[in-house]
Structure formats: C-alpha cells, structure tokens
C-alpha cells in the first residue's frame, strides 16, 4: 500500500520500546515523538498560524466532520484544498469525525452501511459511509486521513465491543478499497492509517489489530482510550496494541492526553499524539511547567512579576509576568487566553523534543522517572475543587 502514497516512516532509533523516527510527507518532514494541536475547525483555539510556527508545530489536526457541517467541503476544495484555505503549509491529518459518532449517541444511528446522524448545527440529516468518508478527505487533501470507526464508550459491555470493533474493521476494508481506487483519480500523496480499537478487552484489541495489520495501512491509530477508563487500563490497552503493530510504521494514541500519559505512551512505543488539554486548560487560566501546573488566576500571582516559568524559552514567558497574565485573565481579555495557549503548546512540544533527544542518547527511561516526579507535582485545581474530565473533544 505504501506505493499509493508519499508518507515514508524511518525509525531512526530506539530506546527500550520508545522509538525517535522521521515521517515523510509532501507538506514537510516530522520528527517523532510528535504533539499534534487540535485544530477542529481549521483553526487551533486562540493561536495564529504564525505563532504554531514559531512554537515548532509540525502537523496539526482538522476534523473532517466539523469542515464538512462549516464551511462545507465544496467551499474548501474550490481553495484548492484545506491547506490552502486555512494557510497552513506544512502536514494536516485529518480525523474521520469517529468520535463525533461516539459523543452525538443521542442524535445518530449505527449500521453495517454506516453513521446516519443529525447535524448539531441546525438537526439537517446526513449519512457518513466509510467511502465518503474517503471522498471528504480527498477533497480536503490531508496528509494523513484516518479510516471511519466507531469510538467505543466506557465502560463498555464485552459483547457490544465484540460487535463494534468487528463493524469498524470491515469499514477499515471498504476505506483502504475506496482509497485505492480514488488514489488513480487524485494522486499518491496522501496516507491512510487505520484505527485499533477493541474497548478495554486485551484478545479483542489483539484480534483487530491483527486483522488490520494483515490488511496493511499507511500508519496505525488506536482509539476508543481517554474515555473514561483509569490511566493504567490505557497504558495496558496501549501496550497490547503496539505489540502488535509492525515497527516500520507511525503509531498514534488518539486524543491522549496529559503529560504524563504522552510520556507513558512514548515508553510503550507510541510515535503520535493528540489533544485539546494544552489549549483548553490553557484558555480556562490553568498553564503546564516542568513543575506541575499553575493555575493563573490564583491570588497569589497577583504581585508576582517573574515569568510562568523560568527556564521556559516561549514568547509568554520571555515577555511578560505571572502578574500581567492573571490580571489579563481576572479581566477577561482575550489576549490572556492567547499566551496561556502559546505557552502551553509550546511546552507539549518541549516535551516531546526533549523526549526525542533521550530516546537517541539512551536514557530515556531514567528521564521519563526524572519528568514524572516533578510533572505530578501540582493538581488542577479551579477554585477549591478538583477537576477531572475527558480531553478528546474539542
């Protein structure tokens, strides 16, 4: 399969399971481990294109069921592609709308032929097939397009995983076939990975991803984690899956997740990650460091006139003080949530380069237990209460 598209995976080192590669694409190259930010719409929440840039952004990710609802995949493909019509030039995956079909449970129907569910816009029907799943991502002209798939909720009754994963295997059939066939009409330079899921049953994620792997696909995903489930049971679920899954390929946790899950994900062998937690803690005031998080609206920050953290290089903390982002918070302006959001990317994606450079020196372990020990230093805290939620949503 790999002949139909430009994405070519090195892996280039490895430490333990950890892995440091380079994925290949048309709009640039990626240096693994990577953060990807969620850009759902088009647009990663309160950050320029310019400052992604800056921060060291490599990919970001767009979801294909929000274009498809605004502004439509007809306006984008006559931009010339969604590259072109939100001005990013370097990689863009796109996520097939799975988890939309997971958190729209009250407004769709699952079948054989696959997702019919109603617009939380304004309630216009519509029918997502594995297929068209792959003509819309076509049009948007992704790097990387993700099979369609069912998202799993948990907890998750055995029988109904058993059903679901099985459903979302033979889509992943009709999307590589689909994808095949169009990749005559469109070119060779885009790739499709597939999605593992399988609930929290260790031999049915070992069933599926076996049948996908046997299938073959550009890169792999395993999904249906980050829902609910406690840390140890997605670490366990993860390691399963990438027991399995062929090395020379790219590995990507879907919507994971906290720092110390990408560092946990990276141990496992993982390469890619997502999530809205750097962006949305940072617009609820709440910024991440190397010891623990901060929440910014906090009296205590009020007086204080040194940056959110010291040894950070980011253009919030080179610039401006505790002091000046709390009040920008306490006053509601938007630029508050702008260098909360800038600072907390750039420390997802400090910490997976760092991660990279222990993986080729070989201590990545003993830097992992050095980062976890001060990563879990604080808990987030709004107001007197602690606050636990599911990230993958934007």
Not at 358 to 381: C, H, M, P, R, Y
Request: glycine share 10%; proline share 3%; hydrophobic share 35%.
């Amino acid at each position: 399969m790999a002949n139909f598209c430009s994405l070519i995976f090195t892996l280039a080192h490895t430490d333990g399971q950890a892995r440091a590669g380079i994925i290949e694409t048309k709009h640039g190259n990626i240096e693994t481990p990577v953060f990807m930010p969620v850009g759902t719409q088009g647009t990663v929440k309160a950050v320029e294109h310019r400052e992604l840039r800056e921060i060291g952004t490599q990919i970001i990710l767009c979801n294909s069921y929000h274009l498809y609802l605004r502004p439509g995949i007809e306006s984008i493909r006559r931009a010339g592609g969604l590259h072109e019509f939100i001005g990013w030039k370097g990689p863009i995956l796109t996520d097939s709308g799975g988890y939309q079909v997971h958190s729209l449970s009250g407004m769709r129907h699952l079948s054989e032929e696959g997702v019919e569910f109603r617009s939380h816009l304004d309630g216009s029907l519509h029918l997502f097939t594995p297929e068209s799943v792959i003509d819309i991502q076509r049009s948007l002209g992704s790097d990387i397009m993700m099979v369609l798939d069912e998202c799993t909720p948990y907890p998750c009754e055995e029988g109904y995983a058993v059903e679901s994963s099985w459903m979302t295997v033979r889509w992943a059939e009709r999307s590589k076939e689909r994808f095949l066939e169009s990749a005559k009409e469109n070119g060779r330079d885009q790739s499709l990975f597939a999605i593992v899921q399988g609930s929290t049953y260790e031999s049915l994620r070992s069933e599926v991803a076996q049948a996908l792997v046997e299938m073959g696909f550009d890169g792999y995903a395993i999904g249906g984690l980050s829902v609910g489930e406690p840390s140890d049971v997605m670490y366990r679920m993860t390691e399963v899956c990438t027991a399995i899954l062929p090395s020379q390929r790219p590995r990507y946790l879907m919507g994971v997740g906290t720092p110390e899950n990408i560092l946990e994900g990276i141990d496992r062998g993982v390469d890619m990650f997502d999530c809205v937690l750097p962006t949305r803690n940072g617009r609820n005031g709440t910024l991440f460091t190397r010891r623990g998080k901060v929440n910014m609206r906090n009296e205590s920050h009020a007086r204080d006139y040194g940056p959110v953290e010291e040894e950070c290089g980011c253009y919030t903390c080179r610039n401006f003080s505790r002091a000046y982002i709390r009040h920008l918070f306490k006053a509601e302006e938007i630029l508050g949530l702008q260098l909360a959001s800038i600072h907390n990317l750039f420390f997802y994606h400090w910490l997976c380069r760092k991660a990279r450079k222990a993986i080729v020196a070989g201590n990545f372990s003993q830097w992992k237990d050095e980062q976890l020990a001060t990563l879990t230093a604080d808990a987030f805290i709004v107001g007197e209460k602690s606050v636990q939620t599911t990230w993958r949503n934007a």
